[in-house]
């Protein structure tokens, strides 16, 4: 079986590297061309070598690295923007501490990392795999991804195929981690020290169809993942030919469902065409501009050779002799013809700098990386209206190609990264709150306290008045904040059957922060001017809308507030939405200090 499998293995590498695919008629597609050329191109270096056939060195130009990262600037958020929401039916406080705790682990995990060379490598590959392993994200190496280039999308590719070299003792540690047959790593060590031209243990992880039973007649198909060392040496006759090629060895073969294919790699793409699996990104959206912009600067450094001579020119046919070398100081000539220089200077600058300004505006027009974008200083005289409309119109362009990125983290969050964090966090374990979250944990407990308190006491037949309630609220207060930090122990399974969503707020990531502090200004004057913005709704609508406009999530400052007693149903309301119960409790006295709740433990 494993001769069939490597010798399978080795057709489809092969065919990926030398044929390409006809994404329409006339239009072919080489994904390993393409990958190759992005990381030459990346990385300033000629595809031919640095030397032309003249013997001159060529320099390259490079126009695609900076667009690239107006590109992932543009793009990018942070986990400080992945919140948690409560749906229907479940705690608003437990999901409060769920996203808190959450934001602490992914901290650890170094998930802001994660994001970042997320939006780093898309614009240079258009497209990003990362593999979840036990609820751990890695980045997938596209030199060493082989996929069917024609695949709309992995779960629909014919193969997959991902290529590995380890070095034995990374072999040995790798073999322990995935628990493969203690027998068959020794014997793939033993084949490899056969080789004598390899320095690392070659292992494919191939996902795909397979026949199971090819010596026969049975057609007995099925989707597995195998892993295979391609290890050991051909067998040859006395002639050199080869009788048996190497079989490799076997180290897994298990069954796999193609569905979990969605939740084992998580492929982000910058622009998708029809008929292609890669991505488009900045980098093949600037093959041609990169190729005329390289052709124009080694033009004008040829001609920088020519204009830096110095030739001269007489009729004087006695003269035969160079004027650098032959002629002394002080040394007097007598020819027949004066001695002039010949004009060497260019007279095409203008035109290469129209061809260069040329395909310039069209790498700025391919990839919205104008120069307002890009933070440089305007011409002289331009509008100040018109400059915020390019930003706009810019942003507007990356806005849905960040959301389509954002709705792709939040799946993955939703479905590997949060049920991991909730498997790791299942045990008791400490949560520190300092600062903001220390204060809106007090304003939540605070909240519910007196809510609570408030319904008991009605409940009973005794209505209190709003100083009352302010009473119990400080006595809470008090109670539960000292000092600057609270240390809560978060019990067994507290997350459990928790009923949350994620959602990610990108509002106004790319916002200047000018206009942030201008609109957070404006909406500290309105509330000023007129408190009731915060009760009437219709009013509390106008100002959330404001706040999203100038980037600001209205959430992080109205979310503490209060209820008002426009918003809180009377006591006798509650009473009659509740029904009316016996026996009576005494109102609390004014100014006794009403215990607060113990929240050391959650």
């Not at 608003?92 to 996203?99: A, Q, S």
């Not at 939006?119 to 990362?130: D, H, M, N, Q, S």
């Not at 004027?323 to 100081?329: C, E, F, M, P, Y």
Request: glycine content about 6%.
């Amino acid at each position: 079986m494993s001769v069939t499998t490597l010798r399978q293995i080795n057709h489809e590498l092969e065919s990926f590297k030398t044929r390409d695919i006809q994404v329409v008629p006339g239009l072919r597609f080489s994904q390993y061309e393409t990958i190759r050329t992005i990381h030459f191109y990346y990385n300033s270096k000629f595809e031919t070598g640095p030397i032309d056939d003249e013997g001159d060195r060529k320099y390259f130009l490079n126009i695609v690295k900076n667009p690239c990262k107006v590109f992932s600037k543009a793009i990018d958020f942070d986990t400080k923007n992945i919140r948690l929401l409560t749906v229907g039916g479940g705690d608003p406080l437990k999901t409060w501490f769920m996203e808190r705790d959450l934001k602490f682990w992914m901290r650890d995990k170094q998930f802001g990392q994660v994001l970042n060379r997320i939006f780093k490598e898309l614009p240079i590959y258009g497209t990003v795999v990362l593999k979840i392993v036990n609820g751990t994200p890695y980045f997938v190496d596209l030199r060493n991804f082989i996929v069917d280039p024609s695949a709309e999308d992995l779960e629909s590719a014919s193969y997959i195929i991902e290529k590995y070299n380890y070095t034995i003792p990374q072999f040995r540690r790798v073999a322990k981690e995935m628990k493969w047959p203690e027998a068959k790593v020794e014997e793939t060590i033993a084949e490899f020290r056969k080789m004598k031209d390899h320095s690392h243990i070659r292992v494919y992880e191939r996902y795909g169809e397979l026949n199971m039973t090819p010596d026969t007649d049975e057609n007995n198909w099925s989707y597995r993942r195998v892993y295979i060392a391609d290890v050991g040496v051909d067998e040859l006759d006395n002639y050199g030919r080869i009788q048996v090629h190497h079989a490799g060895v076997e180290l897994s073969n298990e069954e796999f469902s193609p569905e979990k294919l969605t939740n084992t790699y998580w492929e982000f793409h910058a622009e998708k065409t029809a008929g292609r699996w890669l991505g488009i990104g900045v980098v093949e959206a600037l093959f041609e501009p990169q190729i005329r912009q390289n052709e124009l600067s080694n033009l004008q450094a040829k001609t920088s050779y020519w204009a830096a001579l110095r030739v001269f020119q007489t009729r004087d046919a006695g003269i035969n002799r160079n004027l650098l070398s032959d002629v002394r100081n002080g040394e007097i000539i007598n020819v027949d013809s004066e001695i002039t220089q010949i004009d060497m200077s260019d007279r095409n600058l203008a035109f290469f700098n129209q061809d260069e300004n040329k395909w310039m505006r069209n790498r700025d027009e391919l990839t919205f990386s104008y120069d307002v974008v890009q933070g440089e200083r305007l011409p002289a005289g331009t509008p100040l209206g018109s400059a915020e409309l390019a930003v706009s119109q810019t942003l507007s362009y990356f806005e849905g190609i960040q959301e389509n990125v954002a709705m792709r983290v939040k799946e993955m969050l939703y479905k590997v990264i949060i049920p991991q964090f909730s498997k790791e966090m299942s045990t008791e374990h400490h949560l520190r709150l300092v600062g903001q979250d220390l204060d809106k944990y007090v304003e939540l407990v605070r909240n519910e306290f007196v809510f609570t308190e408030v319904i008991r006491l009605a409940v009973g037949g005794v209505f209190v008045t709003e100083e009352e309630k302010e009473a119990i609220g400080l006595a809470v207060q008090e109670s539960i904040k000292q000092g600057n930090e609270k240390l809560l122990t978060v019990p067994v399974s507290f997350y459990k059957d928790i009923k949350y969503d994620v959602e990610i707020d990108i509002t106004g990531e790319s916002i200047d922060t000018r206009v942030r502090s201008a609109t957070l200004f404006a909406i500290l004057q309105a509330i000023t001017a007129d408190p009731t913005v915060l009760e009437d709704p219709i009013k509390r609508k106008f100002l959330y809308t404001m706040g999203e406009d100038g980037g600001i999530n209205m959430n992080d400052y109205l979310d503490s507030i209060p209820a008002t007693p426009s918003t809180v149903a009377s006591p006798e309301e509650q009473v009659n939405a509740r029904g009316r119960a016996g026996g009576g409790v005494s109102a609390p006295a004014l100014g006794q200090q009403i215990p607060g709740p113990q929240m050391q433990t959650l």
